[in-house]
């Protein structure tokens, strides 16, 4: 199909993307939009240095090899250099949308079900601005090397996104509804849910008052224990900030006790949803990776550059947010495993604290951030009074060992509008999440 | 019907920089293409990526009105305006010779500390075109560099930044901020006291400010939602404040004058907070049509979506002081990363710092530990807003200055 050029490794990505989304603002139709288009991203390795290119001539994939080919250095060793060693070579077509694809579905039927919706944000007089968001995106990918690859397969997500601001006695306050799915037919019937978070909105912005700064024992809901996993230690899993670091090496062996011994986070590409990658695109196939199992550091995430550099296996978390971009260290669904609790007896334990039910956004370095939406006080074991934050923050390395407590329920989230951010790609699509966890001494501001 | 033609494209050299080498090169050109279609009230519009056949892209515009999307506005019109910014750099194979010689020299100076993340040169050129006279063209050329610093006996992901934005590439000028951000960093130092302290941000970051645009959306105040709902008009701020939406060539990031509907503002500004009283929020042209707001041209869109609101670049005029005589004799706290934090639907102001200088107004003096920071916004903008410095004398960028409560994370 391509020839590749000869003593250099070489492979070719390409991205077949339908995309459809349709926006409404206060009732009024704002985007209707239909989207098809390929594009490919193309690696040349010499051994020393990649060089990379994007393009959307598809009919000249093969021009641009060779040019690219033009800049790399011959290497008759190419073949045994470490890295080259570690690709994977899988073969085949795994198409699982084609029956059930998201292209099936009528782009009448997508906007009926958008419009099925809106009495409900037009019913309720605090929401002053709104949005009603429908997305999906079906991508198919083909991925060939020069070591022997050659796929294609495909995966999907589509999604509900409502935005709202509300106004509440003159407070006001900025919150969402999500769903995403891989089937369009699951984003049917959540008007009852839609309903409830409102109204919930609506009641937490009337009564909220200022939080008083200081440390408290946290509870977060799955949804912010998700991006509680993936800012406080999901990044640090990366593999790529411990290439040549010899201090980061030393200090995170595997093996290492790293967080209290009902901690295990895990990172897995092969749950459907907004973080399913079924192949990276480094052509790895998907494999489900403990970070921590039971508080000791069990393994970290790699593409094959740094699977190669620490003598670790591949993981399939080589990932490019599109055919613009070369494939870097990402995560995929990232979640803490469930514990023995239940949420109610979290609740219970706790004189004084805070439940944090929905964030803003989240980051992540030495120290995590979560920006929380909707925080209640827990008082004497019971959910009190709604409370205003504007962050909760803690140090990653201490904060792993101040989880004393698990829920039993579990839950993944699928990214809908948003996404991981990682120097200049961003938004990944991503899926988080996990159950009730209950964090002491964490600093709220 | 009107037709109009909406193309970007983005011309790219990028340097992976993996502890202190190149580790990549990466070439980019794309081209999109939009065509947007108006009539009877609707628009409809079709894209492409690279080379397109625009006759095929204008008859699935014209197919795309059946979608019924409303425009009910006029198109710009009879207007020719072509700005070019782009300053001379370095062919793609200088470019990455002389970052190689950058990176050795680092390596010489900083042998305790590895470098890496991107050094991109990226082109840009857009362009709107309609049938009703109007043909606006912007081009311009960066040079973006922004280096993640690590401390080699150090167990972060990462302990400091340097950021490079300019329109030529100037090495001293790179290389005394990497100096003067390591030069500190080496010198560990407390706060003065902790409680209420000067604080000073870069130019470019949004952090302080964030609460500003998202209260300043015009659908936001014109259907009662935003803080300032009824504030148009009023003085709400320090008389010294100024907050003007910007596409002026010292912007840089953000310098194109024109919007995504071929709105052109007068000097290419458009004061939103004029002396501490609220003008006007930012506004598209349905925004503006809807609740009797003044246009500000501030639509964006990708090349094949709808043009509608978004904020663009926004910025305080900066004061006739240097840092220095703002500060008149106070230390500050240089703010290089704050991450994660966000002001509550209310307006009070909390975030993390987890990379503070302590700065004399014309250098940084030492590295501080982790703090937080915490505020309000009517009295950040208001009785604690110390001015935007006139020079760039916090690590090559003008430095907003404000009294913000400091203390120890």
């Not at chain 2, 960066?142 to 590439?169: P, T």
């Not at chain 2, 390591?182 to 870069?202: D, Q, S, T, W």
Request: aromatic share 10%.
């Amino acid at each position: 199909m391509y020839t590749f050029p000869k003593n250099l490794y070489t492979d070719i990505r390409i991205e077949d993307v339908n995309y459809t989304e349709i926006t409404y603002r206060n009732g009024e139709l704002a985007e209707n939009l239909r989207r098809n288009y390929m594009g490919a991203f193309i690696r040349i390795f010499d051994g020393n240095r990649w060089y990379y290119s994007s393009t959307t001539d598809i009919d000249n994939i093969q021009k641009e090899i060779d040019k690219l080919a033009l800049m790399a250095k011959d290497n008759e060793e190419i073949m045994e250099h470490p890295i080259v060693k570690k690709f994977e070579v899988n073969r085949g077509e795994f198409l699982q949308f084609e029956g059930k694809g998201i292209l099936k579905v009528d782009h009448k039927e997508k906007l009926a079900l958008l419009n099925s919706y809106l009495p409900i944000l037009e019913s309720k007089e605090e929401v002053k601005m709104w949005r009603a968001v429908y997305l999906d995106k079906k991508i198919t990918k083909e991925f060939y090397s020069s070591k022997g690859a050659d796929l294609k397969f495909d995966y999907q997500t589509c999604s509900l996104a409502f935005r709202y601001s509300l106004n509440v006695d003159g407070k006001t306050l900025d919150s969402r509804y999500d769903k995403t799915d891989i089937y369009f037919d699951r984003l049917k019937g959540l008007e009852n849910e839609l309903e409830k978070r409102l109204n919930n909105d609506i009641e937490y912005v009337r009564h909220a008052k200022p939080v008083k700064p200081g440390k408290y024992t946290v509870i977060f809901a799955p949804v912010v224990a998700g991006v509680f996993a993936h800012e406080s230690f999901g990044h640090k899993s990366e593999a790529d900030f411990m290439i040549g670091d010899q201090t980061m090496m030393e200090e995170w062996p595997i093996g290492k006790r790293v967080g209290a011994d009902t901690l295990s986070i895990v990172d897995t590409g092969q749950i459907l949803g907004s973080g399913f990658v079924p192949f990276d695109d480094e052509g790895t196939k998907a494999k489900k990776t403990y970070l921590i199992k039971n508080g000791i550091l069990t393994g970290r995430l790699h593409s094959a550059t740094t699977a190669a550099a620490l003598n670790e296996e591949l993981t399939g978390n080589a990932r490019a947010l599109n055919f613009e971009y070369e494939p870097i260290v990402r995560m995929t669904t990232t979640y803490i495993e469930a514990g023995d609790k239940t949420k109610e007896e979290l609740i219970s334990e706790v004189k004084e604290g805070i439940l944090v039910l929905d964030y803003n956004h989240g980051s992540g370095m030495s120290t995590f951030t979560i920006a929380p939406r909707i925080s209640y006080m827990i008082r004497d074991g019971k959910i009190a009074e709604p409370v205003n934050i504007s962050v909760i923050s803690g140090n990653v390395m201490e904060t792993l060992y101040e989880i004393d407590g698990i829920s039993k329920e579990i839950e993944i989230i699928s990214s809908s509008l948003g996404g991981c951010g990682k120097m200049e790609q961003f938004p990944l699509p991503i899926g988080n999440g996990g159950p009730y966890i209950r964090v002491k001494n964490v600093t709220v501001q | 019907m009107i037709k109009e033609k909406y193309i970007n494209r983005v011309k790219e050299i990028s340097l992976n920089v993996v502890q202190t080498e190149v580790e990549s090169v990466r070439k980019k050109d794309i081209l999109k293409t939009g065509l947007r279609v108006y009539d009877k009230g609707y628009i409809g519009i079709a894209g492409g990526l690279g080379r397109v056949d625009e006759e095929e892209l204008e008859r699935r515009a014209i197919d795309n009105l059946s979608l019924k999307v409303p425009y009910p506005y006029n198109p710009s019109k009879e207007l020719k305006k072509e700005v070019d910014y782009r300053e001379d750099v370095l062919s793609d194979e200088d470019f990455v010779n002389e970052i190689d010689e950058l990176l050795n020299i680092l390596k010489d100076e900083f042998p305790d500390f590895t470098f890496s993340n991107k050094i991109n040169i990226t082109e840009v050129e857009t362009r709107l075109v309609n049938s009703m006279g109007l043909d606006l063209g912007y081009k311009d050329r960066l040079v973006l560099g922004q280096l993640i610093i690590k401390e080699k006996a150090s167990a972060n992901v990462f302990d400091a930044l340097a950021l490079y934005i300019e329109r030529q590439y100037r090495r001293e000028l790179f290389l005394n901020i990497i100096r003067e951000t390591l030069e500190a960093y080496r010198n560990p130092v407390k706060l003065p006291k902790e409680g209420k302290l000067p604080v000073i941000f870069m130019n470019y970051d949004i952090t302080p400010v964030s609460k500003l645009i998202d209260e300043l959306n015009g659908y936001k105040v014109g259907t009662g939602a935003s803080l300032f709902k009824d504030f148009m008009g009023k003085m709400k701020f320090n008389e010294n404040f100024t907050f003007y939406q910007s596409a002026e060539r010292e912007d840089l990031l953000d310098a194109q004058f024109f919007d995504a509907e071929g709105v052109v503002n007068e000097g290419f500004k458009y004061a939103l907070i004029e002396n501490g009283r609220i003008v006007s929020p930012y506004t598209d042209k349905k925004t503006a049509h809807k609740f009797n707001l003044p246009l500000t041209g501030s639509a964006s869109g990708e090349y094949d979506k709808v043009p509608s609101l978004s904020p663009r670049n926004y910025k305080i005029e900066a004061s006739d002081k240097t840092l220095k005589e703002l500060l008149n004799g106070q230390l500050a706290v240089a703010v290089v990363i704050a991450s994660g934090g966000d002001f509550t639907a209310d307006g009070v102001f909390g975030t993390p710092v987890q990379l503070a200088f302590l700065s004399n107004g014309e250098r940084l003096i030492g590295r501080l530990p982790e703090l937080k920071l915490s505020g309000e916004l009517y009295s950040m903008f208001g009785e604690d807003f110390i001015g935007k410095s006139k020079d760039k004398s916090f690590l090559g960028q003008n430095a907003l200055a404000i009294n913000l409560d400091v203390k120890y994370l």
